[in-house]
């Protein structure tokens, strides 16, 4: 009857990344980062949607003090697109890209398009240390493009 869970993340596994990233485990931890793992970009609010019924009492507020304890202890990535709450998701430290759709807002990752930060060179660094870049390719998902040629040709 586990075959369906078999690929689901293991609890003792989540417990032991919490620990390993300096963090205390508490139940609340547990459920936010499984919930992260399952549904990557997600917001703050969605997270709470999935995790509510599993702790009874949590609050959205409760919930971003998480991802924000996360992304401080390196476990969770934080990622503003624009027009859009932040996001958190779990894939961290290989300076990974996305790619927004500006009608759907579908997002996809893409990888560092160098291999390695900060990927890009800035024309004028004024005097900063450039550690990392943040790119966000705007476009249109495959799904709006076939409704874009759609609408074209009624
Ligand atoms: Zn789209
Ligand atoms: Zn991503």
New binding site residues.
């Given amino acids: 009857m586990s075959t369906a869970s078999s690929s689901l993340p293991d609890t003792d596994l989540l417990r032991q990344t919490i620990r390993a990233s300096g963090l205390k485990v508490t139940a609340p931890r547990v459920a936010v980062l499984r919930a992260l793992q399952r549904l990557?970009?997600s917001s703050a609010e969605r997270v709470f949607d999935r995790v509510k019924d599993e702790l009874a009492g949590t609050s959205t507020q409760a919930v971003y003090g998480i991802l924000a304890a996360f992304t401080g202890a390196g476990l969770v990535?934080r990622?503003d697109p624009p027009g859009s709450p932040a996001l958190f998701?779990c894939?961290v430290g290989d300076n990974?890209h996305?790619l927004v759709c500006i009608r759907c807002s579908a997002?996809r990752?893409v990888d560092c398009v160098i291999g390695e930060a900060p990927c890009l060179e800035p024309s004028d660094d004024a005097g900063f240390v450039i550690l990392s870049a943040e790119v966000t390719f705007n476009g249109l998902c495959e799904q709006c493009r076939t409704i874009s040629s759609t609408d074209d040709n009624p």
């Fill in positions: 990557p970009h990535r990622f998701e894939r990974h996305h997002i990752d």
